[in-house]
Structures are given as structure tokens and as C-alpha cells.
């Protein structure tokens, strides 16, 4: 998962969102505050698209306080557990 933050963030796209100085802190941040942890299927069926259950199993057992994602699927559930779910700039709007 790590791996493909580090490659969203190198998006042209992504830059609507962030500038490249805050998605390089941003990735420091996680990498330096976060949690690695594993899960394997099956997954709980939670989302309206399946393909997304393992972001939310992966937040549930790393206890993540943001899910931060601009799919829509994760988006309409607000919250998974105590997993709040953001878009980019609301995350940003709030603690950046």
C-alpha cells in the first residue's frame, strides 16, 4: 500500500490536491508515524465495490484514524470503524 501512495502522489493529477513539497512531508510523516501491518483475504464485505474491502481491512487492523482516497465507494461510507474517510483536500482543509 505504501508503495502505491508513493506512486499517486507522483501523479501530475495529484497535484490539484497537493503540492509536491506537502505529498513528499505528507509520505515522511506516514512513513515515519505509521504502522505496517498485513492482511489477508477474504475480506469482509463492506464497500459497494469488494476490490476496496482490503483498503478498510487494512485501516481496521492498523487502527488508522484517516483513510484518506478519492473514490467514491469509500468515500459514501464517512467512516469504518474509527477510520474517518476523506477526500485529499478535506484532510488537507483540516490539519494541513
Avoid at 24 to 39: H, W
Amino acid at each position: 500500500m505504501l508503495e502505491e501512495v508513493e506512486g499517486v502522489v507522483s501523479r501530475p493529477y495529484f497535484r490539484k490536491y497537493f503540492p509536491v513539497e506537502e505529498a513528499v512531508e505528507i509520505l515522511a510523516i506516514v512513513k515515519r508515524n505509521g504502522t505496517l501491518v498485513k492482511v489477508k483475504p477474504p475480506y469482509d464485505r463492506i464497500c459497494r465495490d469488494p476490490k476496496d474491502d482490503y483498503l478498510l481491512a487494512l485501516a481496521k487492523k492498523g487502527k488508522a484514524d484517516f483513510l484518506i482516497t478519492g473514490d467514491e465507494d469509500l468515500l459514501v461510507l464517512k467512516k469504518h470503524g474509527k477510520t474517518r474517510i476523506l477526500k485529499p483536500a478535506a484532510f488537507r482543509k483540516e490539519f494541513l
